[in-house]
């Protein structure tokens, strides 16, 4: 694995080590000294041209937990707001050579075509509302910790499918890893042709008991430059998720920031069947094992490891180095 | 083109002194399909004779042999191209566009006024054809805005406009929104003349989209433009056209029902012409898979139940002809992200090659066909239609209909180079040009013979 820019491009087998890798990174983090030196003399780029704060902390401790150098780029007050594009940024920062760039923007593809402009690991940490792999991994570790695994269970995905990266993540994660996926919500913010990923549509919650797992999406106000719904309180007396609507045994999960009474309402949120903290959590351990992925981990024997490597940000460095 | 035409431009060189020997004629309105002579005397075509039994007329006159191979077609015509003169010159210029346009084989091309300023004055429209003049390689007409600036509210001065010499008008780039302001259009048709092109989008349907609405779109996160966005506009303006009485031409249609509603708007006996582009008759939205840029345009590329009804539409003649909608944009433009990129792709260099390789050899379409097809845009705008016969002006493209090679891989005569087929391997090539009775291209590897 070079690059981690969609969950399209990962097997089971794929998301299976990233999720195998977090769970021994996840004991590390129990330790006193939470650190490991398995990226040491590293850098990481975080690059960001959307606001983010979980997502971009996540990944800033994740990097350091790793012992890696963390250098954070916001667009804004930067070059990009003199109307430097993209592509000039990207290999502006990549005079610095770093080995990864953490990179959110608010364009589908973004990520994949700063792959072909660098040399580094993209790691891509939301590109609008095409993908957010990471998110997804760590939703899938979540549930692992929680359920034991997901095969063959019933996951629905409530809310504002239209403008979610993490909707179009989580509906191939959870597939791929065995679950059948439910997509409910307003038809205006269903996207016409989406049943064709797999997974059913509903735009109705009657049903909503079938499912172990209830995963509600932000209703993104930020996103909503038009009406979508009449209004956000009609929204809710249809769609919001609260204890009439949810059986005590469902799991329940939101990508946060939760708008309490909206899409979620505030007793289910405090309720120990949400497991919104568990995501955040995770999180850090999920990073941790995709930049280790990347970075450190051993690659497959190969043309690529028979000469000596380009970079020394590609050096092999043993499992054996971890523990 | 002929003398009294409202074209400007190509009349760089000398006309051209050329004895085609033993080319296989093919000129669907003439009828002609057999091997022949031809000479081409002062730019003129002077006489078809059987292979071999033409006579040079001169010193001066070069011979080019076919061995009945090469095939001699009547030149192809473009109404819809974007020069980007005035003022996005950096995308392409009256030189550079009508270069590409003469390399893939083009007697002549209708320039949109969508530049920076709006062609929509006739002191513009003036200074633009004495530059058309002195720099274009081949013949150029232009349209002028319906409505100032584009902005959909108050008509140009259409009557003015058309003295200055526009073909029609067009906010191409931009619907005519108001149903209003287009009706008065279209009814001052009736003192000024002109073909009225509309490009046919509803704003509030495309709203932000980048591509078609469809699984792919869904599954990519991209904003989806759904066809209905151009079919209701469509049906709406062959309605106003057929109420009004008025002469309308609908611009790049991208899918089955909007050539359904062309369809019914001719059956009922409304004066309605369609023209469709390359991309849309031989890409779908699955080329957007990658993101790649030089696969986003305006309208999308569509699905491909779409892609197969445009055919069937160009070949039953629902939709008249081909229209490249050459849309250059310089590299920097288009190396963005997807939602970022400008719309539009290059298509003059590769039209007939990316036609007859994805039509005329899987047998959907037959060469005639295309190649009136291919320059049945200008009878549509008044012009007269490119053929070969004793009298007229050479206006001719000889093709190799048997060279292979890969798009872009020799650059691009074109500024730019965001050209949706790009890298692919086509068959088919245009060997020499005649526009206006002026050799305008020769491919590199065409031999002077006989000389």
Same mark, same amino acid.
């Given at each position: 694995m070079n690059h981690l820019l969609s969950i399209e491009e990962l097997d089971r087998a794929g998301i299976e080590r990233i999720i195998g890798q977090a769970q021994r990174f996840a004991e590390v983090s129990e330790r006193e000294i939470k650190k490991v030196p398995a990226l040491r003399g590293r850098m990481v780029l975080n690059l960001f041209y959307e606001a983010s704060t979980r997502t971009r902390s996540s990944f800033e401790l994740a990097a350091k937990r790793l012992s890696a150098d963390v250098v954070n780029f916001a667009a804004s007050g930067s070059s990009v707001e003199k109307g430097e594009s993209l592509k000039d940024t990207v290999l502006t920062l990549s005079a610095h050579k770093p080995d990864a760039i953490v990179l959110r923007t608010p364009w589908a593809g973004a990520s994949e075509l700063v792959s072909r402009w660098c040399s580094a690991a993209i790691v891509n940490a939301g590109d609008g509302k095409h993908e957010h792999p990471t998110q997804a991994l760590l939703d899938v570790y979540t549930l692992q910790r929680r359920l034991g695994g997901i095969d063959g269970s019933s996951i629905w995905i409530v809310g504002?499918?239209?403008?979610?990266?993490?909707?179009?993540?989580?509906? /191939?994660?959870?597939?791929?890893? #065995?679950?059948? =996926?439910?997509?409910? #919500?307003?038809?205006?913010?269903?996207p016409r042709g989406i049943e064709e990923l797999g997974c059913e549509?509903?735009? @109705? /919650?009657?049903?909503?008991?079938?499912?172990? =797992? =209830?995963?509600? /999406?932000?209703?993104?106000? @930020?996103?909503?430059? @038009?009406?979508? =719904?009449?209004? /956000?309180?009609?929204?809710?007396a249809w769609y919001q998720l609260n204890g009439r609507r949810l059986l005590p045994s469902q799991v329940l999960m939101h990508p946060g920031p939760v708008n309490r009474g909206v899409e979620l309402s505030g007793e289910v949120v405090d309720s120990p069947q949400a497991v919104i903290t568990a995501q955040v959590e995770a999180g850090v351990v999920v990073r941790m094992a995709v930049l280790y992925e990347l970075l450190a981990a051993a690659r497959p024997p190969g043309p690529e490891t028979a000469s000596p490597p380009l970079r020394a940000g590609r050096e092999r460095v043993g499992e054996g180095q971890l523990a | 083109m002929s003398a009294e035409s409202p074209l400007g431009g190509g009349q760089q060189g000398p006309p051209a002194e050329l004895l085609l020997r033993d080319v296989h004629v093919l000129d669907p309105r003439s009828g002609l399909d057999r091997r022949l002579d031809v000479l081409v005397r002062e730019g003129t075509v002077a006489e078809l004779a059987e292979p071999g039994t033409a006579a040079a007329s001169g010193a001066d006159t070069e011979t080019i042999a076919g061995d009945g191979r090469l095939r001699l077609l009547p030149a192809f015509f473009d109404p819809h191209v974007h020069l980007r003169t005035p003022g996005q010159e950096h995308k392409e210029d009256l030189d550079s566009g009508t270069r590409a346009a003469a390399a893939g084989g083009y007697c002549g091309v209708i320039a949109m006024p969508n530049t920076d300023p709006v062609l929509d004055s006739a002191p513009l429209l003036r200074s633009l054809r004495d530059a058309a003049a002195r720099e274009a390689r081949i013949p150029v007409g232009f349209l002028a805005a319906v409505t100032r600036g584009l902005q959909g509210e108050q008509l140009t001065e259409m009557a003015e406009l058309r003295q200055e010499g526009a073909l029609g008008f067009s906010d191409d780039g931009e619907p005519v929104e108001s149903a209003g302001v287009l009706r008065k259009a279209l009814q001052y048709q009736r003192l000024c003349g002109g073909v009225l092109a509309l490009h046919e989008e509803d704003r509030s349907l495309s709203r932000d989209g980048v591509m078609h609405e469809g699984a792919l779109s869904a599954a990519l996160g991209l904003d989806g433009i759904p066809t209905v966005a151009e079919s209701t506009m469509v049906a709406r303006d062959a309605e106003?056209?057929?109420?009004?009485?008025?002469?309308?031409?609908?611009?790049?249609?991208?899918?089955?029902?909007?050539?359904?509603?062309?369809?019914?708007a001719k059956a009922r006996g409304w004066r309605v012409s369609a023209e469709v582009s390359p991309h849309h008759l031989l890409l779908t939205d699955e080329s957007v898979r990658g993101m790649n840029t030089a696969m986003k345009m305006h309208p999308p590329l569509t699905s491909e139940e779409d892609r197969t009804a445009l055919v069937e539409a160009l070949r039953d003649g629902t939709i008249d002809c081909v229209a490249t909608d050459h849309a250059p944009h310089a590299r920097e433009e288009k190396e963005v992200p997807f939602e970022q990129a400008p719309m539009g792709t290059t298509g003059l260099e590769t039209s007939f090659a990316a036609l007859y390789s994805g039509l005329v050899l899987p047998g959907l379409l037959e060469l005639g066909v295309l190649v009136e097809r291919m320059s049945a845009g200008a009878p549509l705008f008044g012009l007269e239609a490119p053929t070969i016969a004793p009298g007229r002006p050479a206006d001719m493209v000889l093709v190799d209909l048997d060279e292979h090679w890969t798009a872009g891989e020799h650059g691009w005569q074109s500024r730019s180079e965001n050209c949706c087929f790009a890298g692919r391997r086509l068959q088919g090539r245009v060997q020499l040009t005649l526009a206006a009775g002026q050799l305008v291209h020769r491919d590199r590897a065409l031999a002077p013979a006989g000389a």
């Open positions: 504002d499918v239209a403008h979610s990266r993490v909707a179009r993540s989580n509906v /191939l994660a959870f597939q791929r890893m #065995g679950a059948k =996926v439910t997509l409910a #919500g307003p038809p205006t913010l269903i549509v509903r735009y @109705e /919650l009657d049903e909503l008991h079938s499912a172990d =797992v =209830v995963y509600a /999406l932000r209703m993104q106000n @930020e996103r909503m430059r @038009e009406t979508w =719904v009449p209004s /956000l309180r009609e929204y809710a | 106003l056209a057929g109420y009004e009485e008025a002469r309308v031409h609908f611009q790049h249609l991208s899918c089955a029902a909007s050539a359904q509603a062309v369809a019914s």
